[in-house]
């Protein structure tokens, strides 16, 4: 068995370095439209992209298509990169932008068919309610939240972003995504308390 990282060197005796390129180093070599380098930040941030926009989305394919345009318009816009933040964050926000602007050439209900469950799981969970009424009703309530406040709601209690990650990635202050959950988390609450009192109080009783 070969001990590649002691054995192997380059031409001028040096030893080939295994370790992956900065953020930096990466971005010079894309900037060159070095080939190699774009398939390596392809390949480093593919699947938690498509991760990403599976869950804003729920469609599957509709996932791998906005994946493909999230790395093209990256690749596109590379001269509009300043460094304020990670390479990868960075990406992560045109994701985020790719995947609303698709969504609103798509029915809503349809769109966010799969996170919409998922939240009624994680909220039902929460509140420890197992009537499929309340679901039903949760769900409802849910859909009917603002877009904005919805999003928020969704990548933060239901993805599990943080505050800081839905900032960067929705070019909000982290006060307005925090405000922003709070006023979806009373909404849910205000919509189950006549249904369901006891569960209600449940809702988002964790810390922002």
């Known amino acids: 068995m070969h001990a ?15 370790e992956a390129p900065s953020d930096a180093d990466l971005l010079a070599r894309l900037r060159a439209r070095d080939p190699a380098a774009e398939r390596q930040f392809y390949e480093r941030h593919v699947d938690r992209i498509y991760r990403l926009i599976l869950r804003m989305s729920g469609r599957p394919e509709l996932a791998q298509e906005w994946t493909q345009d999230t790395f093209l318009r990256a690749f ?14 960075w990406l992560h926000a045109i994701a985020v932008s790719v ?7 798509h029915k809503r209900r349809e769109a966010f068919a799969a996170p919409l469950e998922e939240a009624t799981t994680v909220a039902a969970r929460q509140s420890d309610a197992s009537d499929p009424d309340l679901k039903t009703r949760l769900k409802a309530a849910i859909a009917a939240l603002p877009e904005g406040t919805r999003r928020v709601f969704l990548m933060h209690d239901v993805e599990g972003f943080t505050h800081e990650e839905i900032s960067d990635a ?12 709070s006023r979806a988390r009373e909404k849910l609450r205000t919509a189950l308390a006549a249904f369901a009192p006891t569960a209600s109080l449940q809702l988002g009783k964790e810390s922002a």
């Open 4 to 18: 590649h990282r002691h054995d192997d060197s380059t031409a001028t005796g040096g030893p080939v370095t295994l």
């Open 76 to 89: 596109n816009r590379l001269d509009q990169f300043r460094g304020d933040a990670a390479l990868g964050s």
């Open 99 to 105: 995947t609303l602007n698709g969504l609103r050439t």
């Open 170 to 181: 929705l070019g909000c202050a982290v006060g307005t995504s925090k405000s922003q959950l």
